[in-house]
């Protein structure tokens, strides 16, 4: 059997594009010799993750255990209790309490602040040679989650590292340096929050969400403590990381196609679907993965029961079926809608929030600056696979 997707090709880092359009090419709903399915078409992705048979429930999975530490050690007993690993009835549960700190009313009152803080960071990076992403696509959003959440701005540093490390456990291969640091990281993170958390139980309670959810709503319902730990460390990873991704790997694209970026400054009103856009033509996020608990037909193929499955985003997102042109960033695409923030029951709860602090940020840098250009044509990027994300992004820009 061809491996037609190997997780560690030197051909997919690369050039993914051209590799993902191969597979898509020649074996679109793909059975890996390393032991799992692999899907690239937009369709085929967009009804797995809309299955009732695909499952997220990795922790009870003891392989995928095992190689985070065992289904006893802290992060896999973290992620047990995660939303984004809940399926059926656990997951509508936890994600109806959750949700109650993501209402449009609760995004639009963080509108002024995003303004004002993507406005301060502009502020200190004034024009020249910058890093955009140290000088604002990473403090941003983690200001702005870390208002969110209610952490103090102080502590908010060692929670991103501490979430830093816990976050790689979704990558389909964790080294044992990753399982020990993410090991190490989760039961600290749970204690500082344990903590924070009992001084605001004498407090009134605040708009923050870990101040709504250790309320019980409208029913009377509640979360666990333990359940709050361990959304909250969920919820902190990825509304940084996907934002952060989002911003720079979108100002790179604008800046790599000129002639969308020119539409983009003649045309501000385009910044919704541009934003949509940007997600779909290098998405933040690579990969979802998930269980079959029966079989399930997928295009001409069926995967039993039991099998693992990953779908690709990025491959997806340039499907030439779906949309035209795909490797052409248009801004003025409507359909179909992008899968950058997943598909079904588990569609992003924070995608308003980050699409928000994105269209923000780059309405302020074209405002501000009428060149922007890339100082170094050698890019690097981070190692964690799934989140796609630069080191750096070194622009020049000129007021």
């Known amino acids: 059997m061809t491996a037609l997707f190997d997780l560690n090709d030197p051909a997919l880092a690369a050039d993914r594009f051209a590799y993902y359009r191969r597979l898509r090419e020649s074996d679109p709903v793909h059975r890996s010799p390393f032991g799992y399915w692999v899907l690239s078409r937009y369709d085929d992705v967009d009804a797995l993750l809309r299955a009732p048979s695909a499952s997220s429930n990795f922790p009870a999975d003891p392989g995928w255990a095992m190689i985070r530490g065992g289904p006893t050690c ?5 992620t047990s209790k995660w939303m984004l690993m809940q399926d059926g009835q656990a997951h509508r549960r936890m994600r109806r309490l959750i949700a109650r700190v993501f209402t449009p009313r609760s995004i639009d009152r963080m509108r002024p602040r995003i303004q004002h803080v993507v406005d301060q960071l502009l502020d200190g990076m004034g024009d020249g040679e910058v890093d955009l992403i140290t000088g604002l696509a990473l403090p941003m959003p983690i200001l702005v989650v870390g208002e969110l959440l209610g952490i103090p701005p102080e502590d908010r540093a060692k929670c991103r590292d501490w979430t830093d490390k816990v976050g790689y456990v979704i990558d389909p291969g964790v080294t044992p340096e990753r399982r020990i640091a993410m090991n190490k990281a989760e039961p ?20 923050d969400l870990l101040s709504v959810l250790m309320q019980p709503d409208a029913d009377g319902e509640r979360l666990t403590d333990e359940e ?11 509304g ?29 009103g385009l910044m919704p679907t541009a934003v949509e856009e940007l997600s779909r033509f290098d998405p933040p996020v690579q990969l979802a993965a998930r269980i079959m608990t029966q079989d399930t037909p997928i295009a001409d193929k069926v995967i039993p ?11 997806a997102g340039r499907d030439p079926e779906r949309y035209p042109d795909p490797d052409r960033l248009d801004l003025g695409r409507t359909e179909p809608k992008s899968l950058a923030f997943s598909s079904g029951n588990h569609y992003c709860l924070g ?3 980050g699409k928000l602090e994105a ?9 501000r600056y009428p060149r922007i250009e890339l100082a ?22 000129h007021k």
């Open 74 to 78: 802290p992060v896999v007993k973290s």
């Open 188 to 207: 600290e993170f749970r204690a500082y929050l344990l903590e924070l958390m009992d001084s605001r139980r004498a407090a009134d309670p605040e708009h």
């Open 228 to 238: 709050i730990v361990a959304n909250i460390l969920l919820i902190f990873n990825a």
């Open 240 to 268: 940084h990381e996907t934002t952060v991704n989002l911003i720079a790997n979108g100002m790179l694209a604008l800046l790599q196609q000129p002639e969308a970026l020119r539409r983009l400054r003649a045309d501000p």
């Open 305 to 315: 029961a039991g099998e693992t499955v990953l779908v690709l985003f990025d491959a």
């Open 351 to 353: 995608a308003v929030l």
């Open 359 to 367: 269209s923000t940020a780059f309405t302020e840098l074209l405002a």
């Open 376 to 397: 170094d044509e050698q890019l690097h990027w981070h190692s964690h696979f799934n989140l796609r994300g630069l080191t750096k992004l070194p622009v020049v820009l």
